[in-house]
T-cell receptor, first 113, second 114 residues
Framework: EPEVTQTPSHQVTQMGQEVILRCVPI?????FYWYRQILGQKVEFLVS????????KSEIFDDQFSVERPDGSNFTLKIRSTKLEDSAMYFC???????????FGPGTRLTVT | GNSVTQMEGPVTLSEEAFLTINCTYT??????LFWYVQYPGEGLQLLLK?????DKGSNKGFEATYRKETTSFHLEKGSVQVSDSAVYFC?????????????FGTGTQLKVEL
């Protein structure tokens, strides 16, 4: 069964450094998403991406964040200058758009020290 | 804006007990509703869904019915197992063209004991 994959599973970085989190969505999906979950808290929407552009973003997704689909398979989230409060589990998800369900990857745990 | 409210956890049950996890929502229009499950150390898995009023989603013995009149989507299972121990998230997706971000509840931890 096809699944969403994410790398790395765990990333440790120092405050102020850039990180790139990578995702390979399910191949026939058209909509791509990033969410994050701070430890013990709810899952929060960051951004959705369709047709090579951002379709929606939350207030969390400020200028420090960017997304890219550099080729036909990968979908990346870049944080330009990490802060301590960026420490969280980051989930990538993909979907066909209709119906509305999304399929999640296993997540990347980002630890900013 | 859209929101989802879930009952506080943890919920601790004995094996074979009946499970209910309450979920209510606030949304404009006609959202789609979902339950996702997160097992320890893993990502989110879609458990079941319902896309219109009175629809019942079901999977692995779990059920939830989309009740528009009470804006609820309570999760139920008749007989839980130890392997059902996980965190359960209720979520909604507003019906709109493209994007369809998910809005999640805070999650309810379920612990099932022998």
């Amino acid at each position: 069964e096809p699944e969403v994959t994410q790398t790395p599973s765990h990333q440790v970085t120092q405050m102020g450094q850039e990180v790139i989190l990578r995702c390979v969505p399910i191949s026939n999906h058209l909509y791509f998403y990033w969410y994050r979950q701070i430890l013990g808290q709810k899952v929060e929407f960051l951004v959705s991406f369709y047709n090579n552009e951002i379709s929606e973003k939350s207030e969390i997704f400020d200028d420090q964040f960017s997304v890219e689909r550099p080729d036909g398979s990968n979908f990346t989230l870049k944080i330009r200058s990490t802060k301590l409060e960026d420490s969280a589990m980051y989930f990538c998800a993909s979907g066909t758009g209709t119906p509305a369900e999304q399929y999640f990857g296993p997540g990347t745990r980002l630890t900013v020290t | 804006g859209n929101s989802v409210t879930q009952m506080e956890g943890p919920v601790t049950l004995s094996e074979e007990a009946f499970l209910t996890i309450n979920c209510t929502y606030t949304a404009t229009g006609y959202p789609s509703l979902f339950w996702y499950v997160q097992y320890p150390g893993e990502g989110l898995q879609l458990l079941l869904k319902a896309t219109k009023a009175d629809d019942k989603g079901s999977n692995k013995g779990f059920e939830a019915t989309y009740r528009k009149e009470t804006t609820s989507f309570h999760l139920e299972k008749g007989s839980v197992q130890v392997s059902d121990s996980a965190v359960y998230f209720c979520a909604l997706s507003a019906r709109r063209g493209g994007g369809n971000k998910l809005t999640f509840g805070t999650g309810t931890q379920l612990k099932v004991e022998l």
